[in-house]
């Protein structure tokens, strides 16, 4: 298995809080990527890496921020969490720009 | 950007049978992907195919990367196949960007 570990994997969190998701990689794999899971939706692309550093918008990236300060970590924020970002979070890695991407374990968010 | 469309949306079956899911895609791809998600929520690779034909034991996969689509074939379906299976695609135009189609839910009766 990639060595990917989302945390936390569960959280409940209350309207207009922040919020930080992290995911950790072993694999050095230089892209990263942040999805969200939502019924009827399938996974949409939220942010993704491509570096350290090095980052660009996905399908869905509003109230989203993320940050890469080690090749290892990719951290999203929800600056100010609302109930529409409740959903299942995952975090994805790739070697390469195309090459075959492997997934985390999820991350279930509530915003009550 | 690209679209990435799969069907049947829903299937049912008993164990044993044999089915086929499809994937299209609007736009030239540069690579694609066919996922498995459990019911527990993982998601699990099971094939790593931007053309021609894989097999991995009762799965096999082709895409025909010219007429835009892939076929995924389960034979001999068990009642751990259940879930839902993704397509996912990088679209030549939009490179870095893997993007997924809506998934066929998959449903084994013993």
């Known amino acids: 298995d990639a060595g990917i570990t989302q945390s936390p994997r569960h959280k409940v969190t209350e309207t207009g809080t922040p919020v930080t998701l992290r995911c950790h990689q072993t694999?050095?794999?230089?892209?990263m990527y942040w999805y969200r899971q939502d019924p009827g939706h399938g996974l949409r692309l939220i942010h993704y890496?491509?570096?350290?550093?090095?980052?660009d918008k996905g399908e869905v990236s509003d109230g989203y921020s993320v940050s890469r300060s080690k090749t290892e970590d990719f951290l999203l924020t929800l600056e100010s969490a609302t109930s529409s970002q409740t959903s299942v979070y995952f975090c994805?890695?790739?070697?390469?720009?195309?090459?075959?991407?492997?997934f985390g374990q999820g991350t279930r968010l509530t915003v009550v | 950007g690209i679209q990435v469309e799969q069907s049947p949306p829903d299937l049912i079956l008993q164990e044993g049978a044999n089915s086929t899911l499809r994937c299209n895609f609007s736009?030239?791809?540069?690579?694609l992907q066919w996922f498995h998600q459990n019911p527990w929520g993982q998601l699990i690779n099971l094939f790593y195919?931007?053309?021609g034909t894989k097999q991995n034991g009762r799965l096999s996969a082709t895409t025909v990367a010219t007429e835009r689509y892939s076929l995924l074939y389960i034979s001999s379906s068990q009642t751990t196949d259940s879930g839902v299976y993704f397509c996912?695609?990088?679209?030549?135009?939009?490179?870095?960007?893997?993007?997924f189609g809506q998934g066929t839910t998959l449903q084994v009766k013993p």
């Open positions: 890496s491509y570096g350290v550093k090095d980052t």
């Open positions: 195919i931007p053309s």
């Open positions: 994805a890695i790739s070697e390469g720009e195309e090459t075959e991407a492997f």
């Open positions: 996912a695609v990088h679209g030549s135009s939009n490179t870095g960007k893997l993007i």
């Open positions: 694999e050095n794999h230089r892209y």
């Open positions: 736009d030239s791809v540069n690579n």
